[in-house]
């Protein structure tokens, strides 16, 4: 490539000079000899049901055909699952699809996006890439959303507030009462989107109950996926519940065929093994006890965590961190100069998680780097 064909020859969009790009959860560099462990994506450990695999082998059997671009069958499902109509279901490719058609529905350009900070970071990409203004809210030093200074930074030119509960990558769940008072003050012309990707790990009793929070507040739309607890992170499936008018807007902003049928027959026999799955959320959920008292044993200042990951405070040690995790086979999430996410997975994967955590806590008390 020579230094011209660097340079665009149409013009494209100034806002994208904006937009971060998105890192995806790196791969364990496999060694000789060792189970390589990706812990970096928050995905499920665990491989798919027989029961799944079978009706999205069925499934492709047909992929000539478009998928049934309306659902109604999954978005009744999901409406009873949910206690709403299959009137106020959304589905899409993955909730972050959702969340795009969300922003295409409510975000005009130079408008404020509220949301924490740190928090996913899809949500910085998608309010740039609308040529909107990202507003971060800091979080507080629990790692939890300050939502009485969310609710203060709303303003005239506020059209979407995103609270992530639990939220990624620090693991704490917002709790009901401060969530009730937060959405009080937010002007009802306002959207607030809860997004609840890691809802089923949630155990906390203070957590929110968002459909009956839903039921009461016009301007909450809650965003959930089949992609974690689920375990269907590849066939890109989620989905808001929102009142009809607004769903409607949603459906309009978004791809006619963006959930193929395979995710949406996969989605549906995930839905009928809830049970089968909510054994496998147990276990993960058990685990994660596990690594997060370990790690605080250690030593390691751990937030309460009600995700299926756990966040590790490593300050300018987090990408050593990552290397030496790296060099077990594991691979976990970096944040420069913040920290590490560290997705929970199966139990020697913890296992192994917590000796490298050991071990390099060891390693800078005792080498030249220590305090
Ligand atoms: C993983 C995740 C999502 C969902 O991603 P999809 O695979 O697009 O459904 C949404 N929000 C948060 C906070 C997440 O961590």
Request: aromatic fraction near 6%.
């Amino acid at each position: 490539m020579t230094s011209s064909d660097a340079l665009s020859p149409v013009r494209l969009r100034r806002a994208l000079d904006a937009v971060p790009a998105y890192r995806p959860g790196k791969a364990p560099t496999v060694l000789e000899g060792v189970d390589a462990y990706k812990m970096s994506s928050n995905e499920n450990p665990y491989p798919p049901l027989p029961s799944v695999i079978d009706v999205v082998r069925d499934a492709v059997t047909g992929m000539n055909r478009y998928p049934d671009a309306r659902m109604v069958p999954l978005r009744e499902r999901i409406a009873d699952a949910c206690g709403v109509t299959a009137d106020e279901v959304v589905t899409g490719a993955g909730s972050s699809g959702v969340l795009g058609q969300i922003m295409g529905a409510v975000v005009e350009e130079g408008d404020e996006v509220v949301y924490a900070w740190r928090s996913f970071e899809l949500y910085p990409i998608l309010v740039s890439l609308a040529g909107a203004r990202s507003v971060q809210v800091p979080l507080t030093a629990d790692a939890r959303h300050d939502l009485s200074r969310m609710a203060g930074a709303v303003t005239a030119s506020t059209s979407l507030v995103i609270v992530c509960s639990p939220n990624n990558p620090t693991g704490p769940a917002v709790r009901a009462a401060e969530l009730e008072e937060f959405l009080a003050r937010v002007p009802r012309d306002v959207m607030v989107v809860l997004d609840e990707a890691y809802l089923e790990f949630v155990v906390a009793d203070d957590a929110p109950d968002a459909m009956a929070l839903y039921r009461s507040h016009k301007n909450l739309v809650v965003l959930r996926t089949f992609s974690k607890a689920y375990g269907l992170a590849g066939l890109r499936i989620g989905y808001a519940i929102a009142r009809p008018a607004i769903a409607d807007a949603l459906r309009k902003a978004g791809l006619p065929f963006a959930v193929t049928t395979a995710g949406q027959e996969a989605a549906k026999a995930s839905l009928d093994a809830r049970d089968e799955l909510g054994v496998r959320v147990k276990e993960i959920v058990g685990e994660r006890g596990r690594l997060v008292d370990g790690l605080r044993e250690q030593g390691w200042d751990v937030p309460d965590t009600e995700a299926n990951f756990v966040w590790v405070p490593l300050g300018a040690d987090a990408l050593a961190f990552v290397e030496a995790a790296d060099a077990a086979g594991l691979s976990v999430r970096g944040f420069p100069r913040e920290g590490v996410r560290v997705s929970v997975d199966v139990p020697e994967a913890n296992s192994r998680l917590l000796q490298v955590a050991a071990a390099f806590r060891a390693e800078r008390a005792d080498g030249p780097t220590a305090g």
